[in-house]
């Protein structure tokens, strides 16, 4: 569907993620994040999900055991809660992009290193 005088809004579904165990979240927190140039993550874990967008730059984006995946702008990507990210690298130029992170209302978005 395309814009038009009688269709001003046109809305379009980009990523439609289904959590493996439901909880419940009494709040989202959003982050910008900016990476260095050529800086790596290294292998990490998130107390809950994270859903996120790239803004600028690009990332290389890989679950531990899946596909390698090159991240540009405008890009979406899905971590799930206790999974084990084995990249989240910025390219060569960095990249900036907005992360957010649903939590129970007493918790705060961690981030661990194993």
């Known amino acids: 569907m395309e814009l038009s005088a009688e269709n001003p809004v046109v809305r379009v579904v980009v990523q439609d993620v289904t959590l493996p165990e439901p909880r419940p979240f009494g709040r989202i927190q959003s982050r910008r994040i900016t990476i260095a140039p050529g800086a790596e993550s290294g292998l990490h874990v998130h107390n809950g999900p994270v859903i996120g967008s790239i803004e600028t730059g690009t990332a290389i984006y890989q679950i531990e ?44 978005p961690s981030i661990e290193f194993p």
């Open 65 to 108: 055991g899946g596909e390698e995946r090159v991240l540009i702008a405008g890009d979406l990507f899905y971590e799930p809660e206790g999974g084990r990210i084995a990249r989240f690298d910025a390219g060569p130029q960095g990249v900036t992009f907005l992360g957010h992170f649903p939590v129970g209302a007493d918790e705060e």
